[in-house]
């Protein structure tokens, strides 16, 4: 079956560490998206890419990074910079053109001790 | 402000009891409006795209509609396996950025 896998789905960090959660799509979408869901508030672009080894900052991409090495494959990075990385995670693709309709992965769940 | 606003924040049907969940907006230029259904701990799933007002679209249980200030979602006699959070989505501008509203957690009991 066709979709997104995002691993891993439960995430502990200590404090000044960096952490990587995969997302992994076989859809041949395009445009790939990482969001951030935080209780009470809309989900929040961090990144995206539409398309291969290129990739934009959405509304809040301070203390995070992406790559897109390949068009399957678009990890992010919660780095030590991200002063409040307790959250879901949402990865998420897309086909370039038309609706845009996003097709969104199981979720990854962070957690800072 | 561009703005995305679902309403209520919570609602509790009967088994049955119709009713209609409330996706405001205040965007320039729409492009599409998208509602989304999120089971607790997992990723949103798409339900419908709606483009210009006076547009229906229905899928079992759910109808959704759009005007040009609002879109509504609504439940026709909900069964308990209804219960989840339903999302707002909205395209807009020459950027087609995208706004989600916060939700509406609806639990159906039976």
């Known amino acids: 079956d066709g979709g997104i896998t995002q691993s891993p789905k439960y995430l502990f960090r200590k404090e000044g560490q960096n952490v990587t959660l995969s997302c992994e799509q076989n859809?041949?979408?395009?445009?790939m998206y990482w969001y951030r869901q935080d209780p009470g508030q809309g989900l929040r672009l961090i990144y995206y890419?539409?398309?291969?080894?290129?990739?934009q900052k959405g509304d809040i991409a301070e203390g995070y990074s992406v790559s897109r090495e390949k068009k399957e494959s678009f990890p992010l990075t919660v780095t030590s910079a991200q002063k409040n990385p307790t959250a879901f995670y949402l990865c998420?693709?897309?086909?370039?053109?038309?609706?845009?309709?996003?097709?969104f992965g199981a979720g990854s769940r962070l957690t800072v001790l | 402000e561009d703005q995305v606003t679902q309403s209520p924040e919570a609602l509790r049907l009967q088994e049955g009891e119709s009713s209609s969940l409330n996706c405001s907006y205040t965007?320039?230029?729409?492009?599409?409006l998208f509602w989304y259904r999120q089971d607790p701990g997992k990723g949103p799933e798409f339900l419908f795209t709606?483009?210009?007002a006076g547009e229906e679209k229905e899928k079992e249980r759910l109808k959704a509609t759009l005007t040009k200030k609002e879109s509504f979602l609504h439940i026709t006699a909900p069964k308990p396996e209804d219960s989840a959070t339903y999302l707002c989505?909205?395209?807009?501008?020459?950027?087609?950025?995208?706004?989600f509203g916060t939700g509406t957690l609806l639990a159906v009991q039976p």
């Open positions: 709606l483009y210009s």
């Open positions: 989505a909205v395209k807009f501008g020459a950027t087609n950025k995208l706004i």
């Open positions: 965007v320039s230029g729409l492009r599409g």
């Open positions: 890419s539409q398309i291969v080894n290129d990739f």
């Open positions: 859809l041949n979408h395009d445009a």
């Open positions: 998420a693709s897309s086909n370039s053109g038309g609706a845009n309709v996003l097709t």
